[in-house]
């Protein structure tokens, strides 16, 4: 079994098609796999449709792949920090899914699991119920979204070991489990791959039977909203 | 004469009730942690995958892995503990927060929300918005009684793309405190210094009682 691998080109060799689906971790600039997306710039794959929560900001992140034009369609919660997504979207040259944060996350999650839809009372009585199956259970309406499986999914933890094992670093965790399960393929990038057996098996994260190929890297970990208190004078 | 964003903020804390488990949006929402009543301890949830959400952190400790979900560097505190997107949600969604204290574009008599997109000018997204409305246990809406133009913000009907529909238990604006009842709005009280006719004048809503 090898897992590990040396860059994050290598990681995706032989994963990559124009039109593909994948599926990415990351919380606005925090716990993105950032050398995975800039290895997939590189790359030159287009057409993609990419599930993640935002799209990174004006040349950092997914917005990178923007800069590039080489998403076809967004399925995320929230783009609000982003020019070039704006733009692209009100021009209509990029496609736009709003899912609510939760149900973005459930359809991950869902797909990964095998659960190939679920009923929510998220966005009943809006415009994200309308085309969508309504059902009542015990007197309250749900309505049928679809869980989501990846062609390929990229993460970013802090630590793995080389069979996969993840652990991640607090609110870095945020979409990248449910992303890295619903992958047919699923590609992490760490902070460190450390010895096997230095993990303690009772606070793994993401179990590594969900994790394909692993890279190490070193990460900008860029900030989006630097917020500070000052310090009381003593 | 009316309440600011503070004593805004400082009223919603009074809903906070000791041992809860709260969501507060961003903007005056964020500011109700400063206003926590003596004796009452709430956990403060942020939907990016955390329960017991510190301050904002002493400038040069700001770590890039540990944000609120408006992107916010925050700090931990003893009980603090993480989880990811989907466990989020599902105690969002499976009632297990007791109340979420978020912010507003337009509110109805009939409890519908709107806060999240302006048609043709503001695509940004609900965020985790819908899925809060639609999951906790009791909504309050902190918001502008009216627009900058003097628009009541407090309607019969929202004209914006709802965030969720007959969702609202109270609004607390810079006029007053409301509840959503059967039939309309029910004034709790005045702000400093607002009398009931200046408030049902900036209300466009029904007022019953």
């Given at each position: 079994m090898k897992k590990v691998y040396g860059t994050a080109k290598e990681a995706l060799d032989g994963l990559l098609f124009d039109g593909m689906f994948i599926a990415s971790g990351g919380f606005g600039l925090c716990g993105i796999p950032e050398l995975l997306i800039d290895a997939l710039v590189e790359s030159g794959v287009k057409d993609i449709t990419i599930a993640s929560n935002n799209c990174g900001v004006d040349g950092f992140g997914l917005g990178k792949l923007l800069e590039t034009r080489q998403i076809r369609k967004m399925i995320s919660s929230y783009v609000g920090e982003n020019a070039e997504f704006m733009r692209q979207y009100l021009s209509g040259e990029l496609e736009l899914e709003f899912n609510p944060q939760g149900t973005l996350a459930e359809r991950m999650r869902a797909g990964g699991a095998g659960i190939p839809g679920f009923y929510t009372k998220t966005g009943v009585g809006t415009v994200i119920a309308e085309g969508k199956e309504h059902k009542d259970f015990d007197g309250q309406t749900y309505i049928l979204e679809k869980g989501i499986v990846a062609d390929l999914s990229i993460v970013k933890a802090w630590k793995a070991d080389d069979t996969g094992n993840l652990v991640f670093r607090k609110t870095a965790r945020n979409f990248n489990p449910p992303a890295a399960t619903c992958g047919k393929i699923c590609v992490a990038e760490v902070e460190e791959i450390v010895?096997?057996?230095?993990?303690d098996p009772d606070c793994i994260h993401l179990p590594g039977i969900y994790v394909h190929r692993i890279i190490q890297g070193e990460h900008e970990k860029r900030i989006e909203q630097r917020t500070v208190r000052k310090r009381e004078a003593v | 004469m009316a309440w600011d964003r503070n004593q805004m903020a400082a009223r919603a804390a009074q809903e906070l009730q000791d041992g809860w488990y709260v969501n507060l949006g961003i903007g005056i929402p964020t500011l109700v942690s400063n206003y926590i009543p003596e004796g009452v301890e709430v956990t403060l949830q942020s939907e990016n995958g955390m329960l017991g959400m510190g301050p904002f952190p002493f400038e040069g400790e700001e770590d890039p892995d540990l944000i609120n979900a408006g992107k916010q560097t925050i700090t931990e505190l003893a009980r603090t503990s993480y989880f990811d997107s989907a466990q989020s949600f599902a105690m969002i969604r499976g009632g297990k927060i007791a109340m979420a204290i978020l912010g507003a574009m337009e509110v109805a008599e009939n409890g519908d929300l709107a806060n999240w997109m302006i048609p043709g000018k503001l695509v940004k997204g609900m965020g985790g918005a819908m899925d809060l409305v639609a999951g906790v246990g009791r909504v309050v809406v902190v918001m502008d009684?009216?627009?900058?133009?003097?628009?009541?913000?407090?309607?019969?009907?929202?004209?914006?793309?709802?965030?969720?529909?007959?969702?609202?238990d109270r609004i607390i604006t810079n006029l007053g405190v409301l509840d959503v009842v059967p039939g309309g709005l029910k004034i709790v009280e005045m702000a400093d210094g607002v009398s009931e006719a200046d408030l049902r004048a900036a209300t466009e809503a029904t007022i019953v009682g």
């Amino acid at each position: 079994m090898k897992k590990v691998y040396g860059t994050a080109k290598e990681a995706l060799d032989g994963l990559l098609f124009d039109g593909m689906f994948i599926a990415s971790g990351g919380f606005g600039l925090c716990g993105i796999p950032e050398l995975l997306i800039d290895a997939l710039v590189e790359s030159g794959v287009k057409d993609i449709t990419i599930a993640s929560n935002n799209c990174g900001v004006d040349g950092f992140g997914l917005g990178k792949l923007l800069e590039t034009r080489q998403i076809r369609k967004m399925i995320s919660s929230y783009v609000g920090e982003n020019a070039e997504f704006m733009r692209q979207y009100l021009s209509g040259e990029l496609e736009l899914e709003f899912n609510p944060q939760g149900t973005l996350a459930e359809r991950m999650r869902a797909g990964g699991a095998g659960i190939p839809g679920f009923y929510t009372k998220t966005g009943v009585g809006t415009v994200i119920a309308e085309g969508k199956e309504h059902k009542d259970f015990d007197g309250q309406t749900y309505i049928l979204e679809k869980g989501i499986v990846a062609d390929l999914s990229i993460v970013k933890a802090w630590k793995a070991d080389d069979t996969g094992n993840l652990v991640f670093r607090k609110t870095a965790r945020n979409f990248n489990p449910p992303a890295a399960t619903c992958g047919k393929i699923c590609v992490a990038e760490v902070e460190e791959i450390v010895p096997r057996g230095s993990l303690d098996p009772d606070c793994i994260h993401l179990p590594g039977i969900y994790v394909h190929r692993i890279i190490q890297g070193e990460h900008e970990k860029r900030i989006e909203q630097r917020t500070v208190r000052k310090r009381e004078a003593v | 004469m009316a309440w600011d964003r503070n004593q805004m903020a400082a009223r919603a804390a009074q809903e906070l009730q000791d041992g809860w488990y709260v969501n507060l949006g961003i903007g005056i929402p964020t500011l109700v942690s400063n206003y926590i009543p003596e004796g009452v301890e709430v956990t403060l949830q942020s939907e990016n995958g955390m329960l017991g959400m510190g301050p904002f952190p002493f400038e040069g400790e700001e770590d890039p892995d540990l944000i609120n979900a408006g992107k916010q560097t925050i700090t931990e505190l003893a009980r603090t503990s993480y989880f990811d997107s989907a466990q989020s949600f599902a105690m969002i969604r499976g009632g297990k927060i007791a109340m979420a204290i978020l912010g507003a574009m337009e509110v109805a008599e009939n409890g519908d929300l709107a806060n999240w997109m302006i048609p043709g000018k503001l695509v940004k997204g609900m965020g985790g918005a819908m899925d809060l409305v639609a999951g906790v246990g009791r909504v309050v809406v902190v918001m502008d009684h009216t627009s900058k133009h003097g628009e009541s913000k407090v309607l019969k009907a929202c004209t914006l793309p709802l965030t969720g529909k007959g969702v609202v238990d109270r609004i607390i604006t810079n006029l007053g405190v409301l509840d959503v009842v059967p039939g309309g709005l029910k004034i709790v009280e005045m702000a400093d210094g607002v009398s009931e006719a200046d408030l049902r004048a900036a209300t466009e809503a029904t007022i019953v009682g």
